[in-house]
């Protein structure tokens, strides 16, 4: 089934240890998306792809970074994690840019920070 | 920021009563979405209902909008135990294309 696969599930890393979290897809969509969501949260957006055009949110902390090598794959990179960072981390993935398409997601990455 | 906030935060029935959460949202819209998540899982698109519709379907599903008091509503009618999720509303605005806002969500518990 096509579908959106983040690895690992779940990960732990050391304060200020950079870690990077990955997403994988088959559905062939032409958008990426990266949420973050803490504990009894709403998912909080914190960068987009459009193919290749990386769309920053302005309130995403400046140590995330993003790389979109192919239209498959989309990795999130944490430079110095803080125990703030400690979430899940939902990939997601639409069609299109436009809003009237669903986003698909995957199951997340759980994040802790030692 | 959120845009949506949901309504109640928690929500506890019994198997095959109807559920019926809120949504409240700020700014207009093009339209909203509704997403259910497990415990420990990702989100999976529910329904979408656009800023000119007023009442949607999907089997036991029943999504209302009400854009002049920027509102909506989800029903799940004669709902099961496997029911039991997170259910956020999430927002798309115009002006911020691909972009969804979610609200904190509604925790279902359905019990045998």
């Known amino acids: 089934d096509a579908m959106v696969i983040q690895n690992p599930r779940y990960q732990v890393t050391q304060f200020g240890k950079p870690v990077t979290l990955s997403c994988s897809q088959t559905l062939n969509h032409n958008v990426m998306y990266w949420y973050q969501q803490k504990s009894s949260q709403a998912p909080k957006l914190l960068f987009h792809?459009?193919?290749?055009?990386?769309?920053n949110e302005a309130d995403t902390p400046d140590n995330f970074q993003s790389r979109r090598p192919n239209t498959s794959f989309c990795f999130l990179d944490i430079r110095s994690p803080g125990l703030g960072d400690a979430a899940m981390y939902l990939c997601?993935?639409?069609?299109?840019?436009?809003?009237?398409?669903?986003?698909?997601f995957g199951d997340g990455t759980r994040l802790s920070i030692l | 920021s959120q845009q949506g906030e949901e309504d109640p935060q928690a929500l506890s029935i019994q198997e095959g009563e109807n559920a019926t959460m809120n949504c409240s949202y700020k700014?207009?819209?093009?339209?909203l979405q509704w997403y259910r998540q497990n415990s420990g899982r990702g989100l999976v698109h529910l329904i979408l209902?656009?800023?000119?519709?007023r009442e949607k379907h999907s089997g036991r599903l029943r999504v209302t909008l009400d854009t002049s008091k920027k509102s909506s509503s989800l029903l799940i009618t004669a709902s099961r135990a496997a029911d039991t999720a997170s259910y956020f509303c999430a927002t798309a605005r115009g002006s911020t294309l691909g972009r969804l806002y979610f609200g904190r969500g509604t925790q279902l518990t359905v019990w045998p």
């Open positions: 792809y459009y193919d290749k055009d990386f769309n």
């Open positions: 700014t207009s819209i093009n339209n």
């Open positions: 997601a993935t639409s069609s299109r840019v436009y809003s009237n398409q669903p986003q698909h």
């Open positions: 209902i656009r800023s000119n519709e």
